[in-house]
């Protein structure tokens, strides 16, 4: 007889031990009692046989390949450093039950022996043979300097060798534009993963997923935690957004997430951004993260021009808060018929009133 820790996809739950009658794997997916139901769960660990403690019997052993050590690892690391249950993260792991009498449909990607992809400047490939293949690598550079055609090369590269890729972007980030660019480049439709997609949608992904049918994914945060048989790269899109920070239980940071794993199962991470976040650049400054800045628009498109305009200087009307140099430009810009856009802070957020 074997014991075994198991953790159960459940928020605020620590591994439960059962027995075995087979000898099993770390990372292995079981079928397991739970009080008076039934859950999946994954295995973590073999415990010691306690002669005092009547063990449950593990139901079934599902034929997915069994997840990675490294991936586990990386589960347990997480809990501990976020002070969380082990059942809390592989609830994230295992964010939906695979435990159904219904047939989840089979799902697969199928990957084109080539891609239309956009030919790179002299820059874009320097960068792209600069990216670091382990550890984390930060891409700033200005907007239009060409930062996703570069991780669109290195996910062609990455799918070439076999492997998987996972594209993560703000929940917000996520439109049809860059589903639509991505289709156009590569031939096929990534697996989208976000939460505006159906439960039944999220079962055949994630049983895709354990069948290593899926190569590759673009989603929002959730998607990072998912057991890939083999990742290969991992790409951060806007990193320094907040909403890559995760307010409800458990709390984490995906960003961060992302950079611990590439660390636990050694592939690259490429954080994106052209605004890098202060954690990113305190971590730049410390030698952590390997760093490359694009400073040109991709093209020889040339910047913006931008002037700055001091409020205590300008003389304004009663009830009149917009400068008359720029009302100026707003109507020298609406009598070419062109627009203008004025960005405004949100009410009650400035720290004083002009």
């Not at 989840?104 to 956009?118: C, G, N, T, V, Y």
């Not at 090369?153 to 929940?171: F, Y």
């Not at 009650?348 to 009133?353: D, M, R, T």
Request: glycine share 6%.
């Amino acid at each position: 007889m074997h014991i075994y820790k198991v953790i159960i996809p459940r928020a605020k739950l620590f591994p439960l031990s059962y027995q075995s009658v087979e000898p099993m794997i770390i990372g292995e997916i079981v079928l397991v009692p739970f009080r008076n139901m039934q859950s999946i769960g994954i295995v973590i660990a073999e415990d010691k046989y306690d002669a005092k403690i009547n063990y449950k019997q593990i139901i079934h052993k599902y034929s997915y390949q069994a997840i990675k050590k490294e991936i586990v690892d990386f589960y347990l690391k997480m809990a501990s450093y976020y002070v969380e249950s082990e059942g809390g993260i592989a609830k994230l792991a295992l964010p939906v039950d695979l435990n159904t009498k219904r047939e989840i449909k089979e799902f697969m990607q199928a990957i084109p022996d080539s891609f239309a992809l956009k030919d790179l400047s002299a820059e874009q490939v320097v960068t792209l043979n600069n990216i670091a293949s382990k550890g984390t690598t930060v891409l700033q550079g200005v907007t239009g300097s060409g930062k996703t055609e570069i991780y669109f090369h290195l996910a062609a590269n990455i799918l070439a060798a076999g492997k998987q890729v996972l594209i993560m972007l703000p929940e917000i980030a996520l439109t049809q534009q860059i589903i639509s660019r991505f289709e156009q480049s590569f031939g096929f439709q990534p697996v989208i993963w976000n939460s505006a997609i159906s439960l039944a949608e999220k079962k055949k992904i994630l049983h895709a997923i354990l069948q290593g049918n899926v190569k590759l994914v673009i989603g929002a945060l959730s998607a990072l935690f998912f057991p890939y048989a083999v990742l290969g790269a991992f790409v951060v899109d806007e990193e320094h957004d907040s909403s890559y920070k995760q307010d409800n239980a458990p709390c984490y940071n995906a960003r961060d997430m992302a950079v611990l794993r590439g660390h636990v199962e050694q592939f690259p991470v490429l954080l994106c951004s052209a605004t890098p976040s202060i954690e990113t650049i305190f971590n730049i400054h410390n030698q952590k993260y390997h760093h490359i800045l694009l400073q040109n628009r991709f093209g020889g498109a040339g910047l913006p021009h931008i002037q700055l305009l001091d409020m205590q200087q300008q003389n304004l009307q009663k009830d009149r808060w917009l400068a008359s140099d720029l009302i100026t430009a707003m109507q020298n810009s609406l009598a070419k018929k062109e627009q203008v856009l004025l960005f405004l802070n949100r009410r009650g957020y400035a720290p004083l009133i002009l």
